[in-house]
Each structure stands twice: as C-alpha cells, then as structure tokens.
C-alpha cells in the first residue's frame, strides 16, 4: 500500500538552529509532495509543494524542501529556526490515479527552545 | 487571499445524534474532500467530491456518512448515528484541479462524541 513516512515523531531545536525534517514516501510513479504545518487549534497550512522540475522547491516561511527520487525522500528544512516556527509538520503526497486525495505522514511535532 | 471556512470550530453531540459540520470552500474551486484527524494520530481521507457525487471514498466513510453540496457554496459531512470513535477533528478542503494543484484546507471543526 501507498504510505507515506515521517520517521520523527518530536524534534526540539534551539532557536537560531537549523532544522531538517524527514519524509520518506513508497514507491510511485508521479508523486506529487506537499509539506503542510499546523499550529496549534489551526487548520493545515502550505508550507510548499513538489511537482516536477527543480528538486529544490522554496516555500514559505524560509523552508526548502528537497526532493531525491533514488531515496523516495522529500526533505522538509529550514538555515534558522524561529520560535514561531514550533507546530506540527505532515508531509503528504498525492500518488495519482485517484481524485486526488492526500496521503498523509504521522506528523512531526517540533518544539523550539530559547 | 481566498480562504476555506468551516463551521463550527467546535461540536459537542451526544452518542447517537446526527450532526452536520459545513465548510464553505474557495469559490472557483472544482475539487472537495473531508479529511479527519483523531487525536494524537495523523491525518486520514474521507471522502473526494466532484461534479456534485462523490469521487472516492475511503473504508472509513461507511454508510452513517453522506456529504452534500446543497447549493454552489455549502459542502457539508453529515454522520447520520454518532459514534465515541468519530471524535475527531474534521477538515474539509478544497482545489481547483486534481492532483496537481495543491489543497487548501480550513481550519477544522473538533467534533466531541459524548
């Protein structure tokens, strides 16, 4: 079955940081990726997306995302984490061939330090 | 910036009541889904709506769910018995193209089952 994997559950970095957050999806032929952030008592907000070209796409926010096919990874990262940047991070990808809806990561929460 | 709306931001049914969340997607947009997210677990597709009938559902949206588009602005999630397990939080979302055009959610409606 189509999945998707987002291997951290919680990550805390302190401000000021870098910061990367793994996604790794299974195997498709034309996956489309999407990285979406939640504060908390919100809804899900676009960080970025990957479709096809460029394997480094700019989002939001100061985060990049990285797409490497031979790893079927979509790396979520940011140079300088601020403390508005703590919520929770889903990957998601649309695999194509259904009316588009989303597969969803676990989720990666991240908590910032002063 | 257009955005989706869904009402209420929090509902509270007693077990075995019908209850209906609204959502009022972006206005040019073709593309409906319903996502929900139970408690401390990741988000999961319902249902995709379009051409007003439903697209895809997943095992999840069994026979005590239906959506509606009762006029050009309104999509609505009705569970027809609530049951403890339904407590989640629901979240529609709409796009103007399958796939390649990313989702744009709201913020979500908590629906508590008592």
């Known amino acids: 079955a189509q999945s998707v994997t987002q291997p951290d559950i919680h990550i805390t970095v302190s401000e000021g940081a870098s910061l990367e957050l793994r996604c790794n999806y299974s195997y498709g032929a034309t996956p489309y990726l999407f990285w979406y952030v939640q504060s908390p008592g919100q809804g899900l907000q676009l960080l970025l997306k990957?479709?096809?070209?460029?394997?480094l796409v700019q989002g939001i926010k100061g985060f990049e995302a990285e797409f490497k096919r031979s790893q079927s990874s979509f790396n979520l990262r940011k140079p300088s984490v601020h403390w508005s940047d703590a919520a929770e991070y889903f990957c998601?990808?649309?695999?194509?061939?259904?009316?588009?809806?989303?597969?969803f990561g676990k989720g990666t929460k991240l908590s910032v330090k002063p | 910036e257009p955005e989706v709306t869904q009402t209420p931001s929090h509902q509270v049914t007693q077990m075995g009541q019908e209850v209906i969340l609204r959502c009022v997607p972006i206005s040019n947009h073709l593309y409906f889904y319903w996502y929900r997210q139970i408690l401390g677990q990741k988000v999961e597709f319902l249902v995709s709506?379009?051409?007003?009938?439903?697209?895809?559902k997943s095992e999840i949206f069994d026979d005590q769910f239906s959506v509606e588009r009762p006029d050009g602005s309104n999509f609505t999630l009705k569970i027809r018995s609530t049951k403890l397990e339904d407590s989640a939080m629901y979240f529609c979302?709409?796009?103007?193209?399958?796939?390649?055009?990313?989702?744009?959610f709201g913020d979500g409606t908590r629906l508590s089952i008592l």
């Open positions: 709506f379009y051409n007003n009938e439903i697209s895809e």
């Open positions: 990957y479709f096809s070209g460029d394997t």
């Open positions: 979302a709409s796009t103007s193209g399958r796939g390649n055009q990313p989702q744009h």
């Open positions: 998601a990808v649309y695999y194509g061939g259904s009316q588009g809806n989303l597969i």
